[in-house]
């Protein structure tokens, strides 16, 4: 069984930076398809990033050219950077892999 962790949130002023980590514990995983999700209350889940078998990533359009998504096989360990951050960036962040999902972090930021 595959257990994905979230960690790397909190609270940051606008304009600031936090870098999101998801970490697989337990069976193998590849994480040839791995995805960044983000859920803010009272609206539903949205994909934020993924990051495809061959490299590629792609984003929300709300995200790009702020966040950048990153993985290494090695560590089984998949990274979200967010830079330039914005009060409406506030949510909870889930990691995807393989059908599992992590347990989310916590991102908020003030202006």
């Known amino acids: 069984q595959v257990q994905l962790v979230e960690s790397g949130g909190g609270l940051v002023q606008a304009g600031g930076s936090l870098r999101l980590s998801c970490a697989a514990s337990?069976?193998?995983?590849?994480?040839?398809?791995a995805a960044w999700y983000r859920q803010a209350p009272g609206k539903r889940r949205e994909l934020v990033a993924e990051?495809?078998?061959?490299?590629?990533?792609n984003y929300a359009d709300s995200v790009k050219g702020r966040f950048t998504m990153s993985r290494d096989n090695a560590k089984k360990t998949v990274f979200l950077q967010m830079n330039g951050l914005k009060p409406e960036d506030t949510a909870v962040y889930y990691c995807?892999?393989?059908?599992?999902w992590g347990q989310g972090t916590q991102v908020t930021v003030s202006s």
């Open positions: 995807y892999a393989e059908t599992n």
């Open positions: 990051i495809l078998r061959g490299g590629n990533t």
């Open positions: 337990g069976s193998w995983i590849s994480f040839n398809y």
